[in-house]
């Protein structure tokens, strides 16, 4: 069961939207955030409790997501963590190396509120149906 999420994004309006998205789709669920990836990869670290799913951009300042994923995978704690990219990029190749450093998915951020909602919502269900 999908209990908590943590975002790893330096956009702090797409956490915003994204935490209402999240709180639409399931109020139980508890979400955290944090605005870069190597504050992620602490936060994950620091607990012996994980989220049970991350949603991670990929453009960040620093650490970008495609690292910060990769170090998620070397890190035998959180290797099985599952791991979605949620980014406004459009490119197919960013999809293609999200996919080949371990993401468990790959969202295109609310451009369109609805459709972002329901994106969230089939991926909800996805993972909770593994």
């Given at each position: 069961m999908?209990?908590?999420?943590?975002?790893?994004?330096d956009?702090?309006?797409?956490i915003?939207?994204t935490?209402?998205?999240?709180?639409?789709?399931?109020?139980?669920?508890?979400v955290?955030?944090?605005?870069s990836g190597?504050e992620?990869?602490?936060?994950l670290?620091?607990?012996?409790?994980h989220?049970t799913?991350?949603?991670?951009?990929?453009k960040?300042?620093?650490?970008?997501?495609?690292?910060?994923?990769?170090?998620?995978?070397?890190d035998?704690?959180l290797?099985d963590?599952?791991?979605?990219?949620v980014?406004?990029s459009?490119?197919?190749?960013?999809?293609k190396?999200?996919?080949?450093?371990?993401?468990?998915?790959?969202?295109?951020?609310?451009?369109?509120m609805?459709?972002?909602?329901k994106?969230?919502?089939?991926l909800?269900?996805?993972?909770?149906?593994?």
């Amino acid at each position: 069961m999908l209990k908590s999420v943590l975002i790893i994004d330096d956009n702090q309006d797409d956490i915003l939207i994204t935490r209402r998205v999240i709180s639409k789709i399931d109020p139980e669920i508890e979400v955290e955030a944090v605005s870069s990836g190597q504050e992620g990869l602490d936060f994950l670290r620091k607990g012996t409790e994980h989220p049970t799913l991350v949603l991670l951009d990929l453009k960040m300042p620093g650490m970008s997501g495609f690292d910060t994923l990769r170090r998620i995978r070397a890190d035998k704690s959180l290797q099985d963590l599952p791991v979605v990219v949620v980014t406004s990029s459009s490119l197919e190749s960013d999809e293609k190396e999200s996919l080949a450093c371990g993401s468990d998915g790959f969202l295109h951020k609310a451009v369109d509120m609805d459709r972002f909602s329901k994106d969230v919502a089939l991926l909800f269900d996805r993972l909770l149906h593994r």
